[in-house]
């Protein structure tokens, strides 16, 4: 619900015709390029770089051009796709696309219409985005911050259905999707602290960490609104709520707590802030140095309910304290510059009623929560500028990466730009699972890259508490930090690296440099495996773990996100055991098996 809600014919001024047809084009090139990566498609080729995949029935054909890369990259060219019935071209049309293929792609009677939903979801956020006005690539990446963050135009790029955001109204979108860049202020709640549970890292305490985020005036806004009611400041902690929550969850689904005052809704606070790329997380335009702020959010978005649970936020801020002491004692990581952005506090509303009916893990159990984390900004150097790692991948409406303005920038060569990025981001992954068997998500959206002179000078993780993994079952852990151990088959543990890293971000790097025309595929991976090579040359004491888990091993499992989603598009894995959820589907070619050290 937003105060200045657009006329209905406007909200939707962005769904025209041309707008489709252009958004369902970029849709179907990217599910004929990542469904023919996961093998689900199987292209015939017909001479010249031309290819045709045909529906379930076999009456529907469609042709295109695309280049095959490393890994099984189909790098589809969107103009050249064309669809035919009956000897006749016919338009193309997204969502027919996934009725005609759905057997091929396994889409079952329940799953169908809901991934058909997130399709138009997906089709209707690309209109909304070409309605703005183009910005180059290398206009975008001397940019600020945040103005990267809200102009990335792709999602992630693996998943085809990747801005589904089920829940959202189109006036929620146009107030809370990050591509709208629409000023956010968060509502606060008021929670009896015998239903909430307030945790916070080492050194904080929560009266003087709410006062210096909220501000003496809005703290005593609140505690007036509480004594208005009769009620004492001291029985209750305060807790931020994405608007969307409280108007279309907590207000309905959470009323016998509102009603008897163990939630007390306080109103908005006063800084506004900007939703990342991940929804729930906002970052604070009033106060840039302020922490983020990240939310639970009851709404559907590539195969997950966005909730948060208020039982996995109490060791949040200890996990982070963890991680932190460990990279910054390790002279490793120092060489490399990583640092973590942390999240120091977390709160979270026990509903008794919902955890005496439910089961762990249900959506009802993730309704009320939230966790501040770090800014990057205080942590600037002179001459550095902060962009999310997703946007290297980002190219504008001429088809230049963002990618290639940074290395034309820098003024290095391709190979020596790659390196620095490299040493960054793939070094600290590398030193990560080798000396500690500790692993990240280190995607595109998790990481953010600290620039300077179109230079990368240093990584940043983010997200710590929810995406890390300890994979030694006998390394020693404290007991706040026990949750983040998992059990990991031997044979799948190094696909932490290959998939996430080289197939779920490096196979797109790779392939936009290529097609941008600043270096080859050879110069690309040659590159990667220096890096690897330079690490374990650096590291001799790790000689029997590099031979365990061989990064040069000619070939590695296929581990497929598309068929995670097209299974089940509401929970895609089960958080306890994340290993045993994945697709596995062949194998891909190593790319730096080739440059192995002699």
């Known amino acids: 619900m937003t105060s200045a809600a657009p006329a209905p014919a406007d909200s939707v001024a962005h769904l025209t015709p041309e707008r489709w047809a252009h958004a369902s084009r970029l849709l ?19 001479g010249d770089d031309r290819y045709a995949v045909r529906s379930d029935d076999g009456a529907t054909e469609y042709r295109f051009a695309a280049r095959r890369h490393a890994l099984d990259h189909w790098q589809v060219f969107a103009e050249s796709i064309t669809r035919h019935r009956d000897g006749a071209e016919i338009p193309l049309d997204a969502l027919e696309f996934f009725i005609e293929l759905r057997g091929a792609l396994g889409l079952s009677a329940e799953i169908l219409p809901v991934y058909l939903e997130e399709i138009s979801s997906t089709l209707s956020g690309t209109a909304y985005k070409l309605t703005k006005t183009p910005v180059t690539a290398a206009a975008l990446s001397r940019s600020g911050f945040q103005a990267i963050e809200t102009g990335m135009t792709e999602g992630h790029p693996c998943f085809v259905a990747n801005n589904g955001r089920l829940g959202f109204g189109i006036d929620e979108y146009r107030a809370y999707a ?34 210096e985020e909220l501000g003496e005036a809005t703290v005593d806004r609140f505690a007036a609104r509480l004594a208005g009611l009769g009620l004492d400041l001291a029985d209750y902690y305060f807790i931020p709520v994405h608007p969307w929550q409280w108007w279309n969850k907590l207000s309905v689904t959470f009323s016998a707590e509102v009603a008897q005052q163990r939630l007390v809704c306080l109103g908005e606070g006063d800084d506004t802030y900007l939703a990342q790329q991940s929804i729930r997380t906002f970052f604070n335009t009033s106060d840039p140095s302020k922490h983020y702020v990240k939310t639970a959010l009851s709404v559907i978005n590539m195969g997950f309910m966005r909730g948060l649970s208020a039982a996995y936020m109490e060791a949040t801020p200890a996990i982070n304290d963890w991680l932190a002491h460990l990279i910054a004692s390790d002279d490793t990581f120092g060489a490399t510059g990583l640092t973590i952005i942390r999240e120091r506090a977390a709160i979270g509303y026990h509903h008794r009623q919902y955890e005496a009916a439910t089961a762990k893990g249900s959506p009802y159990l993730k309704m009320l929560a939230a966790l501040w984390r770090e800014s990057p900004v205080p942590s600037l150097a002179p001459g550095e500028r902060l962009a999310t790692m997703a946007s290297l991948l980002h190219t504008d409406h001429d088809g230049r990466s963002f990618a290639s303005a940074l290395i034309a920038e820098s003024g290095l060569e391709p190979a020596n730009w790659l390196r620095h990025y490299l040493h960054a981001y793939l070094t600290p992954l590398l030193h990560s699972f080798y000396k500690y068997d500790l692993v990240f998500m280190p995607h595109g959206e998790n990481v953010i890259l600290a620039v300077e002179d179109g230079v990368v000078t240093r990584a940043i993780f983010k997200d710590i508490a929810e995406e890390i993994c300890v994979m030694d079952p006998d390394a020693v852990l404290p007991p706040a930090v026990e949750r983040v151990r998992a059990e990991v088959p031997e044979d799948m543990k190094l696909l932490s690296l290959f998939t996430d ?98």
């Open 178 to 211: 990050p591509e709208a860049a629409t000023p956010v202020r968060m509502i606060w709640l008021a929670a009896r602290r015998d239903h909430a549970t307030f945790t916070a890292g080492a050194g904080l305490d929560y009266e003087s960490f709410v006062r």
């Open 28 to 46: 179907v090139r990217k599910a004929l390029a990542e469904f023919s990566h996961e093998r689900l498609l199987t292209p015939d080729p017909l």
């Open 501 to 598: 890293v080289f197939d779920c971000f490096f196979r797109f790097l790779g392939a936009t440099l290529v097609t941008d025309g600043v270096l080859d595929e050879e110069t690309f991976w040659r590159a990667v495996a220096e890096c690897v090579a330079d690490y374990q040359q650096a590291h001799p004491e790790l000689a029997d773990k590099f031979k365990q888990y061989d990064m040069f091993a000619p070939e590695f499992a296929l581990s497929c996100l598309n068929r995670l989603q097209l299974r089940n598009n509401k929970q895609m894995v089960d958080l306890q055991d994340p290993a045993g959820a994945l697709q596995l589907v062949g194998t891909l070619a190593n790319p730096i098996a080739r440059y192995a050290p002699a």
